[in-house]
């Protein structure tokens, strides 16, 4: 069955701390995203790359940066982490074009203290 | 950015043919429809997508209005496990890298 891993399911980190939320992928694809789910403001952007070292922001990048030195994992970093940044992060994966579905991973909840 | 516009919710009985509605009034005519669905305290699972002709997959039918303006994602036989949330979206000409915008999704409940 084809994954996209996230590294943990819940974390807590406190205000200040560098914060590094790991993905990986097992179907070999060029794309890879990230992106935060808050409750009434749904799924947003913050940042995808489409191959290896290549990065793009998205809607919401402020506050974060992104790593993909190898094509199958792709890390989110949160350089200071705020109370502003406690979400739900989701990592997804696709084929390169629009004629692809994403593989999502389940999820990391970050919480910043 | 083409816009869609879904319900907010809809409710279905068990083992029913449940059909989610999705309004896409400015789409161009390269733009891909997808349809994902999100259960509670997971990730978006991808359902199905399409450009023009209608499509079918184990999880679902995707019905594509023939002026494109509009699409309808139909669960066969509705289950309790199909109670989530459903998005509908499109992936638009110039967003190469395949980018998906998600909108707020239609919360769908199923009865037993």
């Known amino acids: 069955d084809v994954k996209v891993t996230q590294s943990s399911r819940y974390l807590v980190k406190r205000t200040g701390e560098k914060v590094f939320l790991e993905c990986v992928q097992d179907?070999?694809?060029?794309?890879m995203f990230w992106y935060r789910q808050d409750p009434g403001l749904g799924l947003r952007l913050i940042y995808f790359?489409?191959?290896?070292?290549?990065?793009e922001k998205g809607d919401i990048p402020e506050g974060y940066s992104v790593s993909r030195e190898k094509k199958e994992r792709f890390s989110l970093i949160l350089e200071s982490a705020s109370t502003n940044q406690t979400s739900m992060y989701l990592c997804?994966?696709?084929?390169?074009?629009?004629?692809?579905?994403?593989?999502f991973g389940s999820g990391t909840r970050l919480t910043v203290v | 950015d083409a816009k869609t516009t879904q319900p907010n919710s809809m409710e279905s009985n068990e083992e029913e043919p449940v059909h989610l509605p999705c309004n896409h009034s400015?789409?161009?005519?390269?733009?891909?429809i997808h349809w994902y669905r999100q259960l509670p305290s997971q990730g978006p699972e991808y359902v199905i997508h399409?450009?023009?002709s209608n499509v079918n997959n184990r999880m679902a039918s995707l019905a594509i209005a023939e002026d494109r303006k509009s699409s309808t994602l139909i669960l066969h036989r509705a289950t309790l496990r199909d109670a989530a949330v459903y998005y509908c979206?499109?992936?638009?000409?110039?967003?190469?890298?395949?980018?998906?915008?998600f909108g707020q999704g239609t919360i769908l409940t199923v009865h037993p």
């Open positions: 997804a994966s696709s084929l390169p074009g629009r004629n692809y579905g994403y593989t």
């Open positions: 179907m070999d694809h060029e794309n």
């Open positions: 790359s489409y191959d290896v070292k290549m990065k």
């Open positions: 400015t789409i161009s005519g390269t733009d891909y």
């Open positions: 399409g450009l023009t």
């Open positions: 979206i499109l992936m638009l000409l110039g967003t190469s890298y395949g980018k998906l915008t």
